[in-house]
């Protein structure tokens, strides 16, 4: 996967190439508060995918309760709550449920590729969980509420192709 910094942004990347940056509603610690102040259009660095994650170019995204908590820092800090876990982005990106395409994947995904139209839903599976791992969990989604810069853009770590729900 490569990264082009010559792709204008708000232009869309061919699949598999990723723009050095791109357009995201941010919330930053400066501005907690009402949403409607809080969250606000910034260009940003686009992060590569990490090991289990998909990086998806969002055509649409949700904007639920989720969102007023993170622009309002509480019930949780999640910058702070990423940043304590090695994370080295200053912001968050608004959206949780979200539709798109994926443009690139991590090292050990297996059940989706670039190019595939996906879903994403903010729930959180837990990949050791015993019941996701033999295949018994009646359901599993896709981690979005813990990505490094949030969900709008960026997926977590993909299903285990026996999950089935």
């Given at each position: 996967?490569a990264i082009?910094?010559?792709?204008p942004?708000g232009?869309p990347p ?5 723009p ?5 509603q ?5 501005r907690f508060?009402?949403?409607?102040d809080a ?5 940003v660095?686009v ?5 289990g994650?998909v990086l ?6 949700g904007i639920?309760?989720n ?10 800090d999640v910058?702070?709550?990423r940043r ?11 959206g ?10 991590g090292d ?7 190019g595939?139209?996906?879903?994403v839903?903010p729930?959180h599976?837990?990949?050791?969980d ?6 018994s969990?009646?359901?599993?989604t896709w981690?979005?509420?813990?990505s ?8 977590g ?8 729900g």
């Open positions: 996967m082009d910094s010559r792709i942004v232009e061919p699949p598999g190439t990723l050095s940056r791109m357009f995201a941010v919330v930053r610690p400066d508060g009402d949403p409607m969250l606000q259009i910034e260009e660095p992060p590569e995918p990490g090991p994650e998806v170019a969002v055509m649409a995204a639920n309760f969102n007023v908590w993170a622009a309002r820092g509480v019930p949780i910058i702070a709550e304590r876990k090695g994370e080295p982005w200053d912001f968050h990106v608004g949780s449920d979200a539709s798109g395409v994926v443009h690139a994947v050990g995904v297996r059940t989706v590729a670039v595939d139209r996906v879903v839903h729930g599976w837990d990949p050791d015993p019941q996701v791992k033999c295949g969990a009646r359901s599993a981690t979005a509420t813990t490094r810069t949030g969900a709008s853009h960026r997926t770590t993909t299903p285990p192709d026996t999950a089935r």
